[in-house]
């Protein structure tokens, strides 16, 4: 049975009167995270002490310890910079024909849909949204849109706006079942609760790492399935390419790709400054575990909701929804500005798709924290 953790408030730099329930959008760094960061700034800063070993050996590191959080191997993770790179690279090696569809969700985030509108403009298949459910649960409407003519499904672990979740496992076998490619943009999920990709068995899964995985901004990960690891990258440099020496001494021009996924690594992918500081930051995540992290958020998310329906606010059904973050509707519509409104009390949450104000906590909140902004809610909303 997975325990809850301890408030871990001291591991963050957060001011007294601040109440951030907004990780859903930017997580804060860990105070590890930002010493390593001002730390890796200095070999920037100073090239002549560059150690042209470090940053390979440091993007291997981090590669492995996201795979770890993903019950995936070093081998099968891509080091990128974005969810859209991510999508881009796996829409260049699936194939789509005139006549087949690929599934998305209603409102589905853009970075994971232009991609696959475009492959559907480019290939004549239907670009087909599942519907919004009246109690939160995807997994039916999603299940109903994926046939035999479906040539993939581009879905997230759970909606962004209010975090109703979708039975991925379900969805991953009906895909199967079908032919269908199966990818996943788990930026909402990956490092706050538990994902294996053995149970899952996507062909791509991608999760941009700014947000619950607590590292800085243009990085991601994307992990590709062991059938997919000889497709085409986006962009083709001498680290993804066989055999990559430290110091470029030699002009060499190998023919092959580098191992596994490392071919769809972005350029640039040594990054002096993001590496150190992820590998803090994900080398904490494993410590504390997502399930962990899952199992105490879910607590605060319980409150949050249980505010909610007492004020007769809508919000999906417990067994529909993550526990790491919540959507909460009034039954009038917030005005747009209301999280500038909450900004100027010190309290910091997200207006999503116009009328559902997303909760999203981590392990420095309480349900003090959550009870603050219901209280904040009432004054602004009347």
Known sequence: MTMPLDNQRHLFDIEDGITYLNCASHAPHLKTTYEAGVQALGRKYHPWTIDNSEAPAEAERLRGLFAGLIGATADDVALIN???????????NLPAAAGQNIVVITDQFPSNLFSWRRLAQDSGAELRAA?????????PNVLDCIDADTAIAALPPCHWSDGAKLDLMAIGQKCRDVGAALVIDATQAAGAMPIDVAAIQPDFLIASAY?????????????????RQNGAPLEMHRWNMAEPAPDAIAVEYPDDFNTGARRYDMGER????????????????????PAAIQETLSKLTAAAAGMARERGWQVADDAHRVGHFIGVRPPQTPPSDIGA??????????LRGSTSLR???????????????????DEELG
């Open 82 to 92: 974005s969810t859209s790179y991510g999508a881009a690279t796996a829409a260049k």
């Open 131 to 139: 519907a919004w459910p009246d109690d939160g649960n995807w997994t």
């Open 211 to 227: 947000k619950w995985l607590l590292c800085p901004y243009t990085l991601a990960f994307l992990y590709a399935a062991p059938h």
């Open 270 to 289: 040594n990054n002096f400054v993001n590496l150190p500081m992820s590998i803090k930051s994900l080398e904490q995540l494993t410590a504390w575990t």
């Open 341 to 350: 409104r909450l900004k100027t009390r010190g309290i910091h949450i997200s």
């Open 359 to 377: 909760l999203s906590p981590h392990l420095f909140s309480d349900v003090a924290d959550i009870g603050r902004v219901f209280q904040a809610l």
